[in-house]
């Protein structure tokens, strides 16, 4: 079974409006992290936001957040006011473990935003 | 700080040569890493190694070796390359005890033809 699942091929928006990307997971390790990368063209990954499973509040960056839950195992990125800039792949992650946590991140397939003008 | 550094940048090797790739981090993290990105896929981990001398492997690891002689240096040894091996590779790095971090290198395109 899949670990991360990104269920959106690609999205489209509409430049200034907020967009959605999903994430749900599977694990039964009760401390584990989520992460989300951004890919642009240019092929680097770009570090985004962390949400760790014992964390009580949504983690927020900047125009990103993760919106997190747990019961559902789902670790949403929400980006607010979409740009241009934003238009890439989007990665969802996971680290099981707690400590040092386990070396291995578990990536899903990606999703391609398109940002229109 | 250069952060995580690799090189080559691109490369195209014949099937059965050998090369390294290289990858070097400045940060001085215990735990570095390989992954490996084919198309429509994310990343998924070939080796890795939490301190100079202990290496151990991921998800993808055959035909592949490292080794790690330095906290920097953590090289990537394709023994006998096949175009199942075209991908491109990311070494990443972080500190022991921060599971919230992972920093990434810029990435290796490699060709196997």
Known sequence: ?117 | NAGVTQTPKFQVLKTGQSMTLQCAQDMNHEYMSWYRQDPGMGLRLIHYSVGAGITDQGEVPNGYNVSRSTTEDFPLRLLSAAPSQTSVYFCASRQYGRSYEQYFGPGTRLTVT
Do not use: H
Not at chain 1, 55 to 75: C, I, M, P, V
């Open chain 1, 1 to 117: 079974a899949q670990k991360i699942t990104q269920t959106q091929p690609g999205m489209f928006v509409q430049e200034k409006e907020a967009v959605t990307l999903d994430c749900t997971y599977d694990t039964s390790d009760p401390s584990y992290g989520l992460f989300w990368y951004k890919q642009p063209s240019s092929g680097e990954m770009i570090f985004l936001i962390y949400q760790g499973s014992y964390d009580q509040q949504n983690a927020t960056e900047g125009r990103y957040s993760l919106n997190f839950q747990k019961a559902r195992k789902s670790a949403n990125l929400v980006i607010s006011a979409s740009q241009l800039g934003d238009s890439a792949m989007y990665f969802c992650a996971m680290r099981e473990g707690s400590q040092g946590g386990s070396e291995k991140l578990v990536f899903g397939k990606g999703t391609k935003l398109t940002v229109n003008p």
